[in-house]
C-alpha cells in the first residue's frame, strides 16, 4: 500500500489502511487474525508524520498452559519520517514520490504485541509433573508434593 507525497498536505488527513496482513504469523509466533487502523498523515516542511491508530486480534499460544488464544490490542504509533537526501541518518526516512506503508504498519503492529499472553488470567499451566493441562484435569501430582 502506498502513500503518495503530493497526498500528504499541511491540514492532517486520515485513510483506512487495508494492507493485505491477515493471517501473517508474526515475529513471535503469533497470528495476525484481522485489524482496523486508520492512518494520519500531514506533512511540517519536509517532515511527514504518520499515526496509527486502530485496534487489532492476534492468536498466540498461552504462554503458561499452550492454548490457541485470540487478544485484542489498541494501537497508536506515529513515526516521524525526513527526506532521505539530507537526513540520512534518521531512523524513518523517505525518498521518491510514495511512501510503502506495509513496513509501518507490520512495526506499529508488531510492536504492541502484548509480552504474555494468557488464556486467562488464572491459568493454572501444564502440570511439570505430568505434562497435562491443569486447566481441564486435577492430575494430582502437585498435592503429593
Ligand atoms: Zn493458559
Ligand atoms: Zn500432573
Redesign the pocket.
Known amino acids: 500500500m502506498l502513500l503518495y507525497l503530493p497526498d500528504i498536505t499541511e491540514s492532517e488527513r486520515q485513510l483506512v489502511v487495508d494492507e493485505l496482513l491477515t493471517g501473517e504469523t508474526l515475529n513471535n509466533g503469533s497470528t495476525l487474525r484481522n485489524y482496523e487502523l486508520t492512518l494520519s498523515h500531514y506533512r511540517a516542511g519536509e517532515t511527514i508524520s504518520l499515526t496509527f491508530a486502530g485496534q487489532f486480534a492476534v492468536e498466540s499460544a498461552c504462554d503458561r498452559c499452550g492454548v490457541p488464544v485470540e487478544v485484542s490490542v489498541e494501537v497508536k504509533e506515529q513515526y516521524i519520517l525526513f527526506p532521505e537526501q539530507s537526513s540520512p541518518d534518521m531512523d524513518y526516512v523517505y525518498s521518491g514520490d510514495a511512501i510503502e506503508l506495509g513496513p509501518f504498519v507490520r512495526e506499529a503492529i508488531v510492536l504492541n504485541i502484548p509480552q504474555k499472553i494468557l488464556c486467562d488470567e488464572e491459568c493454572k499451566g501444564l ?6 493441562n ?1 486447566n481441564d ?1 486435577d ?4 498435592n503429593n508434593g
Open positions: 502440570c511439570p509433573v505430568c505434562g497435562r491443569r484435569v492430575c494430582g501430582c502437585m
